[in-house]
């Protein structure tokens, strides 16, 4: 069985201060591994989906990277529109069904 | 591109009663769709898969016959909760995979989802 678990459960940053988010996972033969971002009473926003050990992805002040057993969302110099909640989730193979952790809730002070 | 719309945003329905829920891939064509639903900070639990043209896969714990779902075109998935009950309560949410994304680099293992249903049951 798939199983996610994401760390911390929440975080609240200072504006401009710049941290980290992990995403830990078990899977037989891993499809791809995908980061989402939800805001309150909306679905989840694709930001990006890595596919082997040693990728990385950015888009604006975020970067995601992964290894054989987690991964990391990286937050650089965060601004408060980046407060969400971060999901993570995994396929496995022969599926193209996503396993989601519970998700980290970023807070991002002005 | 990659947008999936959902309607409605938001319903209220009395106890018994049952409610339709729509989820269209707007610019692209969905071979199988997935729904979701999420209950108050919690992550999102997949109810069941839904394939075009055949029957829906429901995961373990979901009643089939409450939760009807059906696929009858690549751009549009239906829910229909049948006689809902305040315990059905949640945020419903769906997702479409790109049928014709290429490639294990492309989107062809992404999921795009919708923005939400809101089910109050009364």
């Known amino acids: 069985e798939d199983q996610v678990t994401q760390s911390p459960e929440a975080l609240r940053l200072q504006e401009g201060e710049s941290s980290s988010l992990n995403c830990s996972y078990t899977?037989?033969?891993?499809?791809?591994l995908f980061w989402y971002r939800q805001d309150p009473g909306k679905g989840p926003e694709f930001l990006f989906t890595l596919y082997s050990a040693g990728e990385e992805k950015e888009k604006e002040r975020l970067k995601a990277t992964l290894t054989k057993k987690e991964s990391f969302l990286h937050i650089t110099a965060p601004k408060p529109e980046d407060s969400a909640t971060y999901l993570c989730?995994?396929?496995?193979?022969?599926?193209?069904?996503?396993?989601f952790g519970k998700g980290t809730k970023l807070s991002v002070i002005p | 591109g990659a947008v999936v719309s959902q309607h409605p945003s938001w319903v209220i329905c009395k106890s018994g009663t049952s409610v339709k829920i729509e989820c269209r891939s707007l610019?692209?064509?969905?071979?199988?769709m997935f729904w979701y639903r999420q209950f108050p900070k919690q992550s999102l639990m997949l109810m069941a898969t839904s394939n075009e043209g055949s029957k829906a896969t429901y995961e373990q714990g979901v009643e089939k016959d409450k939760f009807l779902i059906n696929h009858a075109s690549l751009t549009l998935s239906t829910l229909t909760v049948t006689s809902a009950h305040p315990e059905d309560s949640s945020f419903y949410i769906c997702?479409?995979?790109?049928?014709?994304?290429?490639?294990?680099?492309?989107?062809?293992?992404?999921?795009?989802f919708g923005p939400g249903t809101r089910l109050t049951v009364l």
């Open positions: 899977v037989s033969g891993l499809r791809g």
């Open positions: 997702s479409a995979r790109d049928a014709w994304a290429s490639g294990t680099s492309g989107r062809r293992n992404e999921q795009f």
């Open positions: 989730a995994v396929s496995g193979a022969g599926s193209y069904q996503l396993t």
């Open positions: 610019d692209f064509q969905a071979t199988t």
